[in-house]
C-alpha cells in the first residue's frame, strides 16, 4: 500500500494469469475501510466496509467486478468494475434494494459467458422469518441495473425448525 501513497486499513485486488506465478495487486482506493473493529467480517455496514465477490467479465480481458453489502438505511449491493485489471475502479453502483427487508444473504454474482451482461440475485430476509428471492441485470457491466424482480409472487413462510431441521435445505437459494 505505501508504494501506492495509502496508509491504514485498504483494500488489495491481486489478479494473477498464470495461476499464480506471477501476478499484480492494486490498493483499491475508492475503498474506505474504517479502523479494526471487534468482530468485523468485511462486506459493509457493522462488516468493516470491505468488499467480496470478485467477478471476472470472461468477455472483455481486464473487467472485474467487485461487490459490497449495505447495511443502512435499507439493505443493498453496491458494485464497482475495473476495466484495467483492477488498476482503477468506478464508483459504486447501487443493484437496488428490497422492500421491508431485514438483511441479504447468498448473493451469487455472474458474467454471462457470450456478453457483457451481469446478474446478481440475493435472498432477502424479513422480521419473523420469511424470506425470497430477487434478481437484477445489468447490460453495460455494472453502470446500470435493471429495477429487481422478484423470483416469486409472494414470500416464502418462515421455515419449521420442527418439521425441518436441515440447515440449509429449505432456503430456497
Known amino acids: 500500500p505505501g508504494r501506492e501513497g495509502v496508509s491504514g486499513p485498504c483494500q ?12 499484480q495487486r492494486h490498493v483499491m482506493k475508492h475503498i474506505a475501510i474504517p479502523a479494526s473493529q471487534p468482530g468485523a ?9 470491505g468488499v467480496g465477490n470478485l467477478v471476472a467479465d470472461p468477455t472483455t480481458p481486464g473487467r472485474f467486478t467487485v461487490m459490497r453489502l449495505v447495511g443502512a438505511p435499507a439493505p443493498h449491493y453496491e458494485l464497482s468494475t475495473s476495466n484495467d485489471d483492477g488498476k482503477t475502479w468506478s464508483p459504486f453502483v447501487s443493484a437496488g434494494t428490497t422492500p421491508d427487508a431485514t438483511s441479504f444473504t447468498k448473493p451469487p454474482i455472474m458474467y454471462s459467458r457470450h456478453a457483457s451482461l451481469l446478474a446478481l440475485t440475493w ?14 441485470i445489468s447490460k453495460d457491466a455494472g453502470t446500470t441495473f435493471s429495477a429487481p424482480l422478484r423470483s416469486r409472487h409472494e414470500q416464502s413462510p418462515p421455515r419449521d425448525h ?12
Open 123 to 136: 435472498k432477502a430476509n424479513y422480521a419473523g422469518g420469511s424470506f425470497d428471492v430477487w434478481s437484477v
Open 41 to 49: 467480517r468485511g462486506g459493509g455496514a457493522g462488516g468493516g466496509g
Open 162 to 173: 420442527s418439521r425441518d431441521p436441515q440447515q440449509d435445505h429449505n432456503d430456497g437459494v
Open 12 to 23: 488489495v485486488c491481486g489478479i494473477s494469469y498464470d495461476n499464480g506465478k506471477t501476478g
